[in-house]
């Protein structure tokens, strides 16, 4: 055995067994968060791996940047293989994958090395180019950590040249070593040959540093954001931010457990896969330039809030597991937001936490739960829940929360709504009307088909009521056998479940499973994408089953059978741009039914879209609970919205909300515009 | 026939409205009850004995005057021990007094003293042999209750302006009380009074609100709201939520879901559309008057009174036609 | 501070009312109950003063039936450290009675302060805490708008007609708290679980003789829908003329 092998043995077992030490390190860490099991349903992990990792499918989001870092992602892939080539070249010299492999396949295998090599080659210029030159403003955040994005760049570079220098030095030695499918190492080869004496020893120099890099690379990440290339693969299987599960379904709680704590204030009271989260975000800032609340300059930063909670666990977890390699993990520590200085080791484990030393109040009463960020997020990190779970800390641990928001806890309390109105009053809409109520029809001996839900803002607001009685307007006139709650209805609870309030959530939602299943409840419409939501994805985990359509998707079916009696003069031509539902689009991925229905509805309808649509749409700032509360800093998120809306000259707007109505009329108000804002049921009903 | 001990309110030594609707009611009681004598309280500084006249105009037989200098300011526990004193000297059937800032804090002070039953906030009394038969709005009137009370000697205190003072002039005849106890030991001792309460009116405390909404157009437009108030003397100036966000008034002055829940006795709506974050804060107030461009706004569903048209044109003229309803007043 | 709060359970204001079949009470069906809201206000009210002046306890105490242990858990889960119930089938009306029971459960209990509620939704009669203070012997403060206390006195705020009173007294003493003195928090999950485990002792209200009744209940008359009455400036008159004659608010 050569003296090289036995040195390029050692350096690469103390590379490895670095690097396993720091692994073994980080899921140290990381155990420190509570259990959640993702273990079930492989094969739609792996699908999203397959997607949303191996074809980049959220990095494409972003054209630009994401032909980059696809270019990188995928030259990474390939070159593995060569890398791989290469160190077993280092214990068996003269070692090729020519000698097992057919010729034409080891000749697709060599042109791809060079070919990616070039293409890595321009887009890792191309990324420098952009981080120093252009500046795109969602990398420009507060303290954010750029001298390692310019390290790794660098190394990646490396890596390319000295791959393609150690293949040119070898083809110039012996040209018959690399065939001409490599046709950058040759071509590279033919340029260096009159410049080198000692092609062999530059070769081999190559080589090494092609080694050495690749392990410094390696035990370069852990101490980097750029972590993410060893954890994103593995956090997109373990996510459930694109399925398996319905998406968006808050995390259930047992509230009579035993425990000093409800939600959480620190890392430890997150789940593993929060902390997870943490290692896998690079610091891109696609969620960050998506958020409502930032871009209308309020304090929340999703990708604050997943840097926050990696800077905290990197403060904390080496003191808590007694780590003797507690080094500096400058990149890990520092970042965005990162303004808790390290102090002494009671600090950290006494007065700081997640909570207050890091992540505000301010920052998680401002997020709409509009989903835009854990849409965007190319490695599937789930910021919403982290805010959603300090939120419950708030309320059901400190009592700590906006106060104009305890009226509206207290009012669902008391009057099953979060505005002060008297469940008495909960069906006056349907007045006059003719329309049993389940009470009603069971004393007839009827058993309805359907239970229209009609919501809260459907039976009290003015303006959503019109929705209400168009909507029924509509059943009626379609035949369908239906009834209502009446005053047997209330609040669900899912505004106090958005706003951290847990136990009111679950007392109201147990309470209305217990009312729905006396009157064997099967299938339910509603015009309310909150109740929607609520009924047909959370309610299943408290026992609550039922076929839950929301009114776009049941109004296109109508039309789609043609049970719609609808005029058909359609002299009515109407531009009409539509507004999507957070709740329904990015949480329900229903976008095309109230498009549809519009079209069908209006066959000579030009449907315009805004700026930002479907799973891009911005929302309308009344989601999380936002409508309870102040808005105060910043441009108002409604009307940046509107100001969209009306920026495609529609001479309507088309809503399938009514908080979405109620934001969306304020922001046309505003903006003193007279541009008339309809619910789709309503354009439906006015060709009844 | 049944005797009547009434307190007669006063502030300084003026009669106080309150105080003469008091001895009204006792009079039309002892009336009720065969003719009985009507004794008014007075209680205050030197002078104060010099409201016998109109109290005679008003019914009372007699008028028992307590004046005593430490008594300038109220002083509730002199007030409660003297005329629990007085109704034990009497054989009266009943004390009553208005249920005023004063009265709520001296009625049940009397009954319990005389340890005797007691009935607030009355809006009507009658006798019904044995018993009194009262009317009280209970459930922030939205329930009339009314309640018998079985007792030979009863306190009631009665609802301002619920029952209109009115003439039953005779000549009273004067006594003169000192006070029960000395007005320098009392427990409670009041150390300054601030005259106009709480300078500008508090929302929640003002009987009449004026709001206005986007509809004013400009923040300066919340001139022709506050003259509006300045007219009513009483009133105080709110807003919506989209005003106060948009910094034309401050948050303290919103009405509504996440401001304040108001329920004065006049509510004037002014430009303000009636969006359900509004309507919650100002639904149950006793009069709601809305002035808005659009005559589908919601804030019409809820008014008593609506008027459509331009807020900027109706407002001055409201405010011009109050001033003169004032004064005529 | 040792402060006893007297609370009572009401029906959320609201609600719609009506009359229940032996027409001398309201139809409780589908009503909502809670603590009182003037309640609340003491319950924060005596919190605070003891969160301010170190150690202390706040002792929440009601007189009623058992529903009225929901509310004192209320109280407890808000942050009083325990409660009484003084037991009683019904809360009469006669608010000298129930003021008779109350005093006879706090003269013994070396209380600093007792607060009340200035008056209850439902009787909206404000005679408990006053009478109570009388019957005890103890200086009372009827609706103050608030309250400091320092070494062994206190400080209120009461509101008169057009005018506002500072006022002195010593302690033990009585106080019934008015609304926007202090808005009463909300208990979070970690009070309610804990209020399961406070202490609340159950003993029979000494209630005086009961000598006011209802006769009857009534609902007021409904309120005539709103109508428009003009259009523009010359409406004013009309308007105007109705608040003068109709409203009687002017």
């Given at each position: 055995?050569?003296?090289?092998?036995?040195?390029?043995?050692?350096?690469?077992?103390?590379?490895?067994?670095?690097?396993?030490?720091?692994?073994?390190?980080?899921?140290?860490?990381?155990?420190?968060?509570?259990?959640?099991?993702?273990?079930?349903?492989?094969?739609?992990?792996?699908?999203?791996?397959?997607?949303?990792?191996?074809?980049?499918?959220?990095?494409?989001?972003?054209?630009?940047?994401?032909?980059?870092?696809?270019?990188?992602?995928?030259?990474?892939?390939?070159?593995?293989?060569?890398?791989?080539?290469?160190?077993?070249?280092?214990?068996?010299?003269?070692?090729?994958?020519?000698?097992?492999?057919?010729?034409?396949?080891?000749?697709?295998?060599?042109?791809?090395?060079?070919?990616?090599?070039?293409?890595?080659?321009?887009?890792?210029?191309?990324?420098?180019?952009?981080?120093?030159?252009?500046?795109?403003?969602?990398?420009?955040?507060?303290?954010?950590?750029?001298?390692?994005?310019?390290?790794?760049?660098?190394?990646?570079?490396?890596?390319?040249?000295?791959?393609?220098?150690?293949?040119?030095?070898?083809?110039?030695?012996?040209?018959?070593?690399?065939?001409?499918?490599?046709?950058?190492?040759?071509?590279?080869?033919?340029?260096?040959?009159?410049?080198?004496?000692?092609?062999?020893?530059?070769?081999?120099?190559?080589?090494?540093?092609?080694?050495?890099?690749?392990?410094?690379?390696?035990?370069?990440?852990?101490?980097?954001?750029?972590?993410?290339?060893?954890?994103?693969?593995?956090?997109?299987?373990?996510?459930?931010?694109?399925?398996?599960?319905?998406?968006?379904?808050?995390?259930?709680?047992?509230?009579?457990?035993?425990?000093?704590?409800?939600?959480?204030?620190?890392?430890?009271?997150?789940?593993?896969?929060?902390?997870?989260?943490?290692?896998?975000?690079?610091?891109?800032?696609?969620?960050?330039?998506?958020?409502?609340?930032?871009?209308?300059?309020?304090?929340?930063?999703?990708?604050?809030?997943?840097?926050?909670?990696?800077?905290?666990?990197?403060?904390?977890?080496?003191?808590?597991?007694?780590?003797?390699?507690?080094?500096?993990?400058?990149?890990?520590?520092?970042?965005?937001?990162?303004?808790?200085?390290?102090?002494?080791?009671?600090?950290?484990?006494?007065?700081?936490?997640?909570?207050?030393?890091?992540?505000?109040?301010?920052?998680?009463?401002?997020?709409?739960?509009?989903?835009?960020?854990?849409?965007?997020?190319?490695?599937?990190?789930?910021?919403?829940?982290?805010?959603?779970?300090?939120?419950?800390?708030?309320?059901?641990?400190?009592?700590?929360?906006?106060?104009?928001?305890?009226?509206?806890?207290?009012?669902?309390?008391?009057?099953?709504?979060?505005?002060?109105?008297?469940?008495?009053?909960?069906?006056?809409?349907?007045?006059?009307?003719?329309?049993?109520?389940?009470?009603?029809?069971?004393?007839?001996?009827?058993?309805?088909?359907?239970?229209?839900?009609?919501?809260?803002?459907?039976?009290?607001?003015?303006?959503?009521?019109?929705?209400?009685?168009?909507?029924?307007?509509?059943?009626?006139?379609?035949?369908?056998?239906?009834?209502?709650?009446?005053?047997?209805?209330?609040?669900?609870?899912?505004?106090?479940?958005?706003?951290?309030?847990?136990?009111?959530?679950?007392?109201?939602?147990?309470?209305?499973?217990?009312?729905?299943?006396?009157?064997?409840?099967?299938?339910?419409?509603?015009?309310?994408?909150?109740?929607?939501?609520?009924?047909?994805?959370?309610?299943?985990?408290?026992?609550?089953?039922?076929?839950?359509?929301?009114?776009?998707?049941?109004?296109?079916?109508?039309?789609?059978?043609?049970?719609?009696?609808?005029?058909?003069?359609?002299?009515?031509?109407?531009?009409?741009?539509?507004?999507?539902?957070?709740?329904?689009?990015?949480?329900?991925?229903?976008?095309?039914?109230?498009?549809?229905?519009?079209?069908?509805?209006?066959?000579?309808?030009?449907?315009?879209?805004?700026?930002?649509?479907?799973?891009?749409?911005?929302?309308?700032?009344?989601?999380?609970?936002?409508?309870?509360?102040?808005?105060?800093?910043?441009?108002?998120?409604?009307?940046?919205?509107?100001?969209?809306?009306?920026?495609?000259?529609?001479?309507?707007?088309?809503?399938?909300?009514?908080?979405?109505?109620?934001?969306?009329?304020?922001?046309?108000?505003?903006?003193?515009?007279?541009?008339?804002?309809?619910?789709?049921?309503?354009?439906?009903?006015?060709?009844? | 026939?049944?005797?009547?001990?009434?307190?007669?309110?006063?502030?300084?030594?003026?009669?106080?409205?309150?105080?003469?609707?008091?001895?009204?009611?006792?009079?039309?009681?002892?009336?009720?009850?065969?003719?009985?004598?009507?004794?008014?309280?007075?209680?205050?500084?030197?002078?104060?004995?010099?409201?016998?006249?109109?109290?005679?105009?008003?019914?009372?037989?007699?008028?028992?005057?307590?004046?005593?200098?430490?008594?300038?300011?109220?002083?509730?526990?002199?007030?409660?021990?003297?005329?629990?004193?007085?109704?034990?000297?009497?054989?009266?059937?009943?004390?009553?007094?208005?249920?005023?800032?004063?009265?709520?804090?001296?009625?049940?002070?009397?009954?319990?003293?005389?340890?005797?039953?007691?009935?607030?906030?009355?809006?009507?009394?009658?006798?019904?042999?044995?018993?009194?038969?009262?009317?009280?709005?209970?459930?922030?009137?939205?329930?009339?209750?009314?309640?018998?009370?079985?007792?030979?000697?009863?306190?009631?205190?009665?609802?301002?302006?619920?029952?209109?003072?009115?003439?039953?002039?005779?000549?009273?005849?004067?006594?003169?009380?000192?006070?029960?106890?000395?007005?320098?030991?009392?427990?409670?001792?009041?150390?300054?009074?601030?005259?106009?309460?709480?300078?500008?009116?508090?929302?929640?405390?003002?009987?009449?609100?004026?709001?206005?909404?986007?509809?004013?157009?400009?923040?300066?437009?919340?001139?022709?709201?506050?003259?509006?108030?300045?007219?009513?003397?009483?009133?105080?100036?709110?807003?919506?939520?989209?005003?106060?966000?948009?910094?034309?008034?401050?948050?303290?002055?919103?009405?509504?879901?996440?401001?304040?829940?108001?329920?004065?006795q006049l509510y004037v709506a002014a430009g303000i559309s009636g969006a359900i974050q509004h309507l919650a804060g100002m639904r149950t107030s006793r009069t709601i008057v809305a002035i808005n461009k659009d005559k589908e706004a919601p804030i019409f569903k809820v008014a008593d009174y609506g008027i459509v048209g331009d807020v900027l044109e109706i407002v001055p003229a409201l405010t011009a036609a109050v001033r003169d309803a004032k004064a005529r007043h | 501070m040792k402060i006893a709060v007297c609370i009572k359970r009401t029906p959320d204001s609201e609600s719609r009312f009506r009359i229940a079949a032996s027409s001398t009470a309201i139809d409780e069906a589908g009503l909502k109950f809670d603590i009182d809201d003037f309640a609340s206000y003491a319950v924060e009210v005596a919190l605070q003063l003891n969160e301010k002046q170190g150690p202390g306890e706040t002792v929440a105490i009601a007189v009623g039936p058992d529903s009225v242990q929901e509310t004192l858990r209320k109280a407890m889960?808000?942050?009083?450290?325990?409660?009484?119930?003084?037991?009683?089938?019904?809360?009469?009306?006669?608010?000298?009675?129930?003021?008779?029971?109350?005093?006879?459960?706090?003269?013994a209990g070396g209380f600093d302060l007792v607060l009340f509620g200035k008056h209850a939704f439902d009787t909206a009669a404000g005679v408990v805490g006053t009478a109570t203070a009388e019957l005890m012997g103890i200086p009372c403060v009827t609706a103050a708008t608030k309250l400091d206390i320092a070494n062994g006195r206190g400080t209120a705020r009461r509101e008169i007609e057009g005018a506002a009173e500072i006022v002195e007294f010593a302690l033990p003493a009585a106080v019934t708290i008015d609304e926007g003195i202090a808005r009463p928090r909300y208990p979070s999950l970690k009070g309610i679980m804990a209020a399961k485990k406070?202490?609340?002792?159950?003993?029979?209200?000494?209630?005086?003789?009961?000598?006011?009744?209802?006769?009857?209940?009534?609902?007021?008359?409904?309120?005539?829908?709103?109508?428009?009455?003009?259009?523009?400036?010359?409406?004013?008159?009309?308007?105007?003329?109705?608040?003068?004659?109709?409203?009687?608010?002017?």
């Open positions: 055995m050569s003296a090289s092998i036995v040195i390029f043995l050692f350096i690469a077992v103390l590379g490895a067994g670095f690097f396993a030490l720091n692994v073994q390190r980080l899921v140290r860490y990381m155990r420190l968060g509570g259990s959640d099991d993702r273990t079930g349903e492989p094969f739609t992990r792996l699908k999203n791996v397959l997607t949303i990792g191996i074809a980049q499918t959220k990095i494409f989001r972003d054209p630009v940047a994401g032909a980059m870092h696809a270019t990188i992602f995928w030259g990474f892939l390939v070159i593995t293989a060569g890398t791989i080539e290469i160190f077993i070249q280092g214990v068996f010299p003269g070692f090729s994958y020519a000698l097992f492999l057919p010729r034409p396949v080891f000749q697709v295998y060599a042109a791809s090395q060079d070919a990616f090599a070039v293409l890595v080659l321009a887009a890792v210029a191309f990324a420098l180019y952009r981080r120093l030159v252009l500046h795109p403003k969602r990398l420009e955040g507060d303290k954010l950590e750029h001298t390692d994005a310019l390290i790794i760049l660098s190394m990646i570079g490396g890596l390319m040249v000295t791959l393609l220098v150690t293949n040119a030095c070898r083809a110039i030695g012996d040209p018959s070593a690399i065939g001409a499918e490599r046709f950058a190492s040759t071509a590279l080869a033919a340029a260096l040959a009159p410049m080198l004496s000692h092609p062999a020893a530059v070769g081999a120099t190559s080589w090494w540093l092609h080694v050495l890099l690749v392990l410094a690379f390696l035990n370069y990440l852990p101490y980097s954001k750029h972590l993410h290339v060893a954890t994103s693969l593995i956090n997109v299987y373990l996510s459930n931010t694109s399925g398996p599960g319905q998406k968006g379904v808050m995390r259930p709680m047992d509230l009579e457990a035993d425990v000093d704590h409800f939600g959480a204030a620190d890392v430890e009271h997150l789940t593993w896969k929060n902390l997870l989260d943490g290692y896998s975000c690079t610091e891109c800032g696609r969620c960050t330039a998506a958020c409502p609340a930032n871009i209308t300059g309020k304090p929340l930063s999703p990708r604050k809030i997943v840097i926050n909670t990696r800077q905290r666990l990197m403060e904390k977890a080496p003191l808590v597991t007694g780590d003797w390699m507690e080094l500096l993990h400058r990149a890990l520590v520092h970042g965005e937001g990162g303004d808790a200085a390290p102090t002494t080791a009671e600090a950290i484990l006494g007065e700081h936490r997640l909570l207050d030393t890091y992540i505000s109040e301010a920052e998680l009463w401002a997020c709409t739960s509009c989903r835009a960020c854990v849409q965007e997020c190319p490695v599937s990190i789930d910021q919403l829940e982290i805010i959603n779970e300090l939120r419950r800390y708030l309320v059901l641990t400190e009592s700590r929360f906006p106060e104009e928001i305890q009226p509206a806890f207290e009012s669902l309390e008391r009057n099953g709504s979060p505005w002060a109105f008297s469940p008495s009053d909960r069906a006056r809409w349907a007045d006059g009307m003719d329309i049993p109520t389940m009470a009603e029809a069971f004393e007839r001996g009827e058993r309805p088909d359907v239970l229209f839900w009609v919501g809260c803002m459907g039976s009290f607001d003015d303006r959503a009521k019109k929705i209400t009685v168009a909507f029924a307007r509509i059943l009626k006139a379609c035949g369908i056998k239906f009834a209502i709650l009446g005053q047997e209805e209330h609040c669900h609870g899912d505004p106090a479940r958005r706003m951290g309030n847990e136990y009111l959530y679950q007392m109201l939602a147990k309470d209305t499973i217990g009312t729905l299943d006396r009157y064997e409840v099967k299938t339910i419409v509603t015009s309310c994408p909150h109740c929607f939501h609520q009924l047909g994805n959370e309610f299943p985990a408290l026992g609550g089953n039922y076929e839950v359509i929301h009114h776009s998707t049941f109004i296109e079916r109508l039309l789609e059978e043609n049970r719609v009696p609808l005029q058909t003069d359609d002299g009515k031509r109407l531009t009409v741009a539509y507004h999507d539902s957070c709740y329904l689009g990015r949480y329900n991925d229903v976008y095309d039914a109230p498009r549809e229905t519009l079209k069908r509805a209006l066959p000579v309808v030009e449907l315009l879209e805004p700026k930002r649509s479907r799973d891009r749409g911005l929302c309308c700032g009344a989601g999380g609970g936002r409508m309870w509360m102040e808005e105060r800093t910043g441009k108002r998120i409604n009307v940046e919205r509107t100001e969209e809306l009306l920026a495609t000259g529609a001479e309507a707007i088309a809503v399938a909300c009514p908080f979405c109505m109620t934001m969306i009329g304020d922001g046309v108000r505003a903006a003193e515009s007279d541009v008339p804002v309809l619910d789709i049921s309503e354009i439906v009903a006015s060709r009844l | 026939m049944a005797q009547v001990l009434v307190f007669a309110e006063t502030r300084g030594t003026s009669p106080r409205k309150a105080g003469l609707e008091a001895v009204t009611a006792a009079r039309q009681l002892a009336d009720a009850t065969g003719g009985g004598e009507v004794h008014a309280f007075v209680a205050g500084p030197p002078g104060v004995g010099g409201v016998a006249e109109v109290l005679g105009q008003h019914g009372a037989d007699v008028v028992v005057i307590v004046e005593h200098a430490g008594m300038a300011t109220s002083n509730r526990e002199v007030v409660a021990a003297t005329l629990a004193a007085r109704a034990k000297v009497g054989s009266y059937r009943a004390v009553l007094l208005p249920f005023s800032a004063q009265g709520r804090e001296v009625g049940p002070q009397v009954a319990a003293k005389l340890d005797a039953p007691i009935v607030s906030d009355a809006t009507e009394i009658k006798a019904a042999g044995d018993t009194l038969v009262v009317t009280h709005p209970a459930y922030a009137n939205k329930v009339i209750a009314t309640l018998e009370v079985t007792a030979p000697l009863a306190v009631v205190s009665l609802r301002p302006s619920a029952i209109a003072a009115a003439a039953s002039p005779r000549t009273a005849r004067t006594e003169t009380m000192a006070p029960a106890i000395d007005p320098s030991a009392a427990k409670v001792a009041v150390k300054e009074v601030i005259e106009g309460g709480r300078g500008k009116l508090d929302l929640g405390e003002a009987p009449v609100i004026v709001a206005g909404g986007r509809g004013l157009k400009a923040a300066e437009n919340f001139r022709l709201l506050e003259d509006l108030a300045a007219a009513f003397g009483n009133a105080a100036v709110g807003a919506t939520r989209a005003v106060t966000d948009d910094g034309w008034r401050p948050h303290s002055d919103q009405i509504g879901q996440t401001g304040r829940q108001v329920s004065p | 889960s808000m942050g009083a450290d325990r409660a009484v119930q003084l037991k009683t089938d019904a809360v009469p009306v006669d608010g000298l009675a129930v003021a008779k029971a109350l005093a006879a459960e706090l003269s406070k202490p609340l002792e159950t003993k029979p209200a000494q209630l005086g003789p009961v000598r006011v009744r209802v006769k009857s209940m009534a609902l007021p008359p409904e309120r005539p829908a709103g109508r428009i009455i003009g259009e523009g400036a010359a409406a004013v008159p009309e308007l105007v003329r109705l608040l003068q004659t109709e409203a009687k608010v002017l």
